[in-house]
Each structure stands twice: as C-alpha cells, then as structure tokens.
C-alpha cells in the first residue's frame, strides 16, 4: 500500500514535518522519519536495531546528509533541524514523497534530479537506502553518514571515548561501541576519513511534549560518487557484516483503496518475531509488546488477516508467562521480570482464545487453553495480586490497592493515578462474565462436567451487573460500583460488544444513544463525556500534562470498534458502523503513514497525538469492519 505526498505538500513544513513513516524489521526494530527528512523525535533514524530482538533499540544511522553538486556550490538535499535553524534545507526541493514497502523521496533542484530511496530488511537489523540520479546530467553526489549509539528512548552528546573502535576497510566503515557494531557498506564511493561531531540537533515533537530534545551525532567519514544519468550510489547499515545490499521493491500508486485492504497492510506493521517469541507490537516507535494491547488486537490483526497459527503462538507464549493467573501486563527489557499490574489483559486473553477457537476448531489447542483458563479462573475467585478478587456475595470482580492503576485506564503522575477506577468497573465485570461463558462453552466442546457450574457463576454474576450497574435516571451505565462512580465514560459500550455480554439490549440502547451523543466523534470515543468535571478537551502539553488528559476526555479509536459490534448489535444499525468506520481511510494518512493513532483530541480540531502507529487502533477498526460492516 503506497501513500505520498506532492509537491506542495512536501514543501510545506508544517505538513511535510507532521506526516511520519515507520518501516519495520518484524523483529522489533525500524526505520521512522517525516516526508521532509527532518527528525523530529528522538526515535527517528535510519537504522534502529533491536539489539536483543524485540527490544534493545538503539539508533545506530540516525541520518545522512546528503549534497549534490554540478558547479561551484552544493545543494544540500537533506534537512536537519538545528535551534533557530534548518540545514540543510532540502525539503525546497522535495518534489515528491512516498512510502509503501520501502520509503521513496524525489528531489529536483537547478536541473539536477535524484531520488533516494530507503529499504528496510526484513528480519534483520539492516537497511538498504540508494541514491539514483534521475536526471540527464551528471553530478557529485557527497554523503556525510550521521551515527549514534543510543537507545531509542535517551539522548546522546558528545563524548570523547565514543567510538570504542573506529575503523575504515575498503568499502566499509565499521563504527563498534559497547558491543554493538554498525557497518556501513558503500562500495564505489571515494571515502575521506574525515571525522568528527555534529552538534545540537533538534527534535520538535520531543519539545511540544516537554522532554529533551537535543542530540549531537558523530560523523565517522564522508563519502563522495560521480554520478552519471541512471547510476546510483548504494549504502548498506547493518550490525552484520555479512549482509549485502538488498533489492529495493518499486511500487505503482492505486488510485482507490479499500478500507480493509488499507486496514489489513497495516496490520502487518505490528507483527514481530525474535528466538524466543512471535508477538505484537502495541504501537511505534515507543512500545513493545504489552498484554492487554496484543490481546485486544489480536482478533482483528491476527484472525481477520488469516494469521490463525500467529495467534496460537502468541496465546501460547503469555500462557507461558502467567504468574497467579495473571498474564504479564509488559513483557520488559532483556534481564528484567514482566510486570503483571493489570487486571483486564488475562480476561481479554479469554477472549483472544475464543475468537481464535471460533475462527478454527482446534481440540488440541482448546484443551491445553481450557487448563489455563482453568488456572485463571481459580485466581480470581480466590484472591490473585493487587487485590483481584470475586466478590463472593455478588459473583462481581473487584480490583484494586492505593497507587496502582490496573485497567486500561492506566495514567499516573507522579504518585497521582489519574483515573483509579478501584472497585468493580464496568468492563473488567463484563469481560470476568464473558471469562464464565467462555469456560462454559469449552466444558461443553470438551465434554467436562463443570459447565454448569460455570453456568451459574456466570448468571450470578449477570444478574448483579444489571442490578448495580444500570443507573435508570442518567440512562447508562456506571462506570464502577462498590465505589460508585457515575461519570459518563465509554468502558460500558466494551462490555456491550463482548461476546457474552452480560447487558440488558433495551438498556443498551438507551445508554447507546447517550454514548452517542456525548462521546461519538469522527475519531473514536471520548474517554469521559465533555460535561463531567475533570473534562480535558487537549491532548497538549507537558508530559505530565498529556498524561493527565489521557483519558479524561482524549478521544481513543479503538474504542470506535466496540462501538460499531454494539450499534449492530442491538440497534442493527449496519449503515451506522459502517458510517463511524470508514474515517479510518482518513486516519491512515494523516499521522503516521499508514498506521492509526494512540488518540485524538477530544474537541474541535481533533488533532492525532501520542503514538502515530497503534496496534489496538488498527486491530480494532479492522475487527469491526469485517466482522459488523462485511459480515464476515
């Protein structure tokens, strides 16, 4: 799938610098910048390697000046974003940008004509990025590599004792540090060993977000071709010596997309193996692979993309990682121990296992999740960490201790947790039901004895929901009980969509058209409605700001997906779904090529932020759009 920019588009900075892509290694690392060429986060480069596959990301090539030349002074074609200052200043001679399974960029500047193009490769930590004079003159082509050895997450300053080892074989230039080894292969080029630091570099998003945003690169060479009409200078950054430039795929431009093929390609971004694992990536550049991201995706990036044996494996490898019936929360760098602080990424794990079991019978795979399933059960209703318990007198799931925050809800500040939500929460109890169900359903597929049993838990549990949770006088759903909290958010609409929902239809739709009403806008739900206290319309600021707005109004399209199953669901509304879906054609282009935001801003303009490519946003959507819009 193939998105571009034109010419004024390009030009203009304020677009061109807004507009991201990400291209992935399927083993957790990438390469990620703007249209414009500038780096504007901390997490742009090159080449970005998963040191120990999928984390460890270090950005090794964090750029490449480039500069061409036919007469007395260079024309830089690259632009990097100094403080009160760009240069070069390429982006006047964008002409055109486009990415798709590589990342292509025209320029054209006093009748010189060039077209870098950049490859990722797939499963290792290496890239391909040529430069091809598409012109009918020649010219010299000067490229000065731009390297870092940092994490993605950190800074990186001058520093005398970097690198370890610097050194230059013919063709090569090898750049180690701490272990880590950057190879950079440029064969035909006429290598000056020049080295030495560039300073100060600046990255605007880290700035709006308050963090900071200045890095300084080393330059170990610059490297210089004569190139005539149809030749191309090659460079290969790697951490493997032995890998050798890649064939870079050339794509054509469609002129109509359709929302699920849009959908589907996107789906591919999230996909990571490593030695030890398959699994999903919840967003880029910042996440890895958390619970309850990779569970609620799954069922719209695995199942409806045909990746049934993906799914199993990931099922599997969490089932592996369970402590006290806990799935991890997040799986954490190399040499730490997952945290498990969440109370909903194991019942939405459930219903991974349904949907894929729905999707495929497979009596082996059923049996060995029914034992896990078992386990988890045996948990909850006994007592498990944080505070995760049954209530026995109402079959109810309660959570919770001071100073956590274990449902997706999850922002804290400092000591502050922004939304607890401690008690009983309105989807946790309809995903701890749905939980019942599915266990019943495998006793009866298996043929075990104790599906009544979990029939009862289940119908205990369902009748207290509807007699706590229903509020008549607002016309939805509280949002938790035991404490009451009657804020108007959108958690009651996942408990709608659930498989065995344990909500009453004609209640339903009444909360429906609250929901609505009130949270319904083109980008997804608002996490708290606009005339509750606390309301954050913004998405802006600091970060203890952004976190503080998180989900006190920040409007999330992942949300939009359960709102679609419950429309059609209890109000078979079709045209409905199909309606609050299609924006996604839209939000595909307008932050991260070809990915979905973490979240909008919950009033008008509704401005993307946070992550430009999320996992749930896309599995979500696209969930939706298959199983409500096509019926499939």
């Known amino acids: 799938m193939l998105y571009s920019l034109n010419e004024q588009q390009c030009r203009n900075l304020e677009v061109s610098t807004r507009k991201e892509w990400v291209l992935p290694n399927g083993i957790g690392g990438y390469a990620m910048g703007t249209a414009s060429g500038i780096n504007t986060r901390r997490y742009h480069g090159q080449l970005i390697a998963a040191t120990t596959p999928p984390t460890g990301r270090m950005v090794l090539l964090a750029a490449v000046d480039a500069f061409i030349q036919s007469g007395q002074h260079p024309l830089g074609i690259s632009a990097n974003q100094y403080p009160g200052a760009i240069y070069p200043e390429g982006f006047h001679y964008l002409r055109e940008f486009s990415v798709g399974k590589a990342a292509c960029w025209r320029y054209r500047a006093t009748g010189l004509e060039l077209c870098k193009r950049l490859y990722v490769h797939p499963g290792v930590n290496a890239v391909t990025i040529e430069y091809e004079n598409t012109g009918k003159s020649p010219y010299m082509l000067t490229l000065r590599p731009l390297v870092s050895h940092k994490s993605h997450h950190g800074e990186f300053h001058e520093d005398s004792g970097y690198p370890d080892h610097l050194s230059l074989p013919e063709g090569q230039t090898i750049v180690q540090h701490q272990g880590v080894e950057l190879h950079i292969r440029h064969q035909g080029a006429n290598r000056l060993p020049v080295h030495g630091w560039y300073y100060r570099f600046e990255h605007q998003r880290e700035l709006e977000r308050g963090l900071p ?102 099922l599997r490898s969490y089932a592996s990682q369970m402590r006290q019936g806990l799935i991890p929360n997040r799986f954490v760098e190399v040499g730490e121990e997952p945290d498990y602080n969440t109370v909903d990424a194991t019942l939405w794990f459930a219903n991974a296992i349904y949907k894929t079991l729905l999707a495929e019978w497979d009596e082996p795979f059923a049996r060995e999740m029914f034992t896990v399933l078992r386990d988890v059960h045996h948990w909850h209703r006994e007592g498990t960490l944080y505070g995760i318990h049954v209530d026995k007198r109402d079959g109810l799931l309660a959570q919770g201790e ?231």
Request: charged share 25%; proline share 7%.
């Open 213 to 314: 945003a200045r890095d300084d690169l080393f330059c170990p060479c610059e490297l210089t071709y004569r190139l005539e009409p149809g030749e191309k200078a090659v460079l290969v950054a790697s951490t493997d010596p032995r890998i050798a430039a890649a064939e870079i795929p050339h794509e054509e431009p469609s002129h109509e997309y359709r929302i699920s093929a849009m959908l589907k390609d996107a789906a591919g971004k999230f996909f990571v193996r490593s030695h030890e694992r398959s699994t999903i990536i919840a967003g880029y550049p910042w996440f890895t692979d958390w619970g309850r991201d990779t569970m609620i995706s799954l069922p719209g990036l695995c199942i409806h993309t045909g990746r049934i044996a993906e799914a199993k494996e990931i």
């Open 402 to 632: 001071p100073g956590t925050q274990l449902t997706w809800m999850d922002a804290k500040v400092g000591e502050w947790v922004v939304t607890p939500r401690h008690g009983k929460p309105v989807e946790i109890n309809g995903l701890w039901i749905n939980l019942l169900r599915i266990l019943e359903w495998l006793c009866e597929k298996l043929t075990d004895e104790n599906a009544h049993k979990f029939s009862l838990e289940a119908e205990q549990a369902a009748a207290s929901f509807e007699e706590k949770f229903w509020h008549p006088v607002r016309g939805h759903y509280l949002d938790t009980v035991d404490p009451t909290d009657a804020s108007l958010r959108p958690n009651q609409v996942l408990a709608m969509a659930l498989p065995f929902s344990p909500v009453n239809p004609e209640h339903a739709r009444l909360a429906l058209k609250v929901v609505g009403r009130e949270l319904l806008t083109p980008y997804g739900l608002r996490t708290l409605g606009p005339n509750e206290p606390g309301y954050r319309g913004k998405f802006s600021g600091s970060l203890a700001e952004l976190d503080a707005a998180y989900h006190q109004g920040t409007v999330w399209p992942w949300l939009i997906g359960s709102y679609a199953t419950a429309m059609v669901r209890y109000c078979d509304d079709r045209a409905e779904a199909k309606r609050v879906l299609r924006n996604a054609k839209e939000m595909l282009c307008e932050y991260g090529l070809g990915g979905i935001a973490e979240v909008y801003d919950g009033d008008e303009p509704q401005s993307p932020g946070a992550c430009p490519w999320q996992a749930w946003s896309v599995g979500e959507i696209l969930r939706a759009w298959t199983e409500d819009v096509q019926g499939e």
